[in-house]
């Protein structure tokens, strides 16, 4: 069935076609931090969207190893001098993790 350029389209036709049929989501990060045995604590910030989830983890950062927060914005704590920018990861397709530099 060729559609109609002057139609457009609807939902009807959208749920005959085959890439619907064939459709294959990857898990999502709730669904694999569940699967790995995630306390439920941790799964409460797992959905949250990217920059809210690295502006918490900072947060958290911050608590554990007591760091003060960054004077620029081109950095995100700073401890004994250092300056140190927090990259926080949720797991990745093949389970690497964080990178945390100093300068």
Same mark, same amino acid.
């Given at each position: 069935?060729?559609?109609e350029?002057?139609?457009?389209v ?6 005959c076609?085959?890439? $619907? /049929?064939?459709?294959?989501l990857p *898990? ?7 699967? #790995? +045995? ?22 958290v950062?911050?608590? $554990? /190893?007591c760091l003060?927060?960054? *004077?620029?914005?081109?950095y995100?704590?700073?401890? #004994? +001098? ?7 990861s ?12 100093t300068?």
């Amino acid at each position: 069935m060729e559609l109609e350029l002057t139609k457009g389209v609807d939902t009807d036709r959208i749920n005959c076609l085959n890439t $619907i /049929f064939n459709l294959n989501l990857p *898990k999502s990060q709730y669904e694999r931090y569940k699967e #790995h +045995g995630a306390s439920p604590v941790i799964l409460t910030f797992i959905g949250m969207e990217s920059r809210s989830f690295g502006t918490f983890m900072e947060r958290v950062a911050r608590e $554990i /190893f007591c760091l003060q927060k960054g *004077k620029l914005s081109s950095y995100d704590h700073q401890r #004994h +001098g250092f300056r140190i920018e927090q990259k926080s990861s949720r797991y990745w397709t093949d389970n690497k993790w964080v990178e945390i530099s100093t300068y």
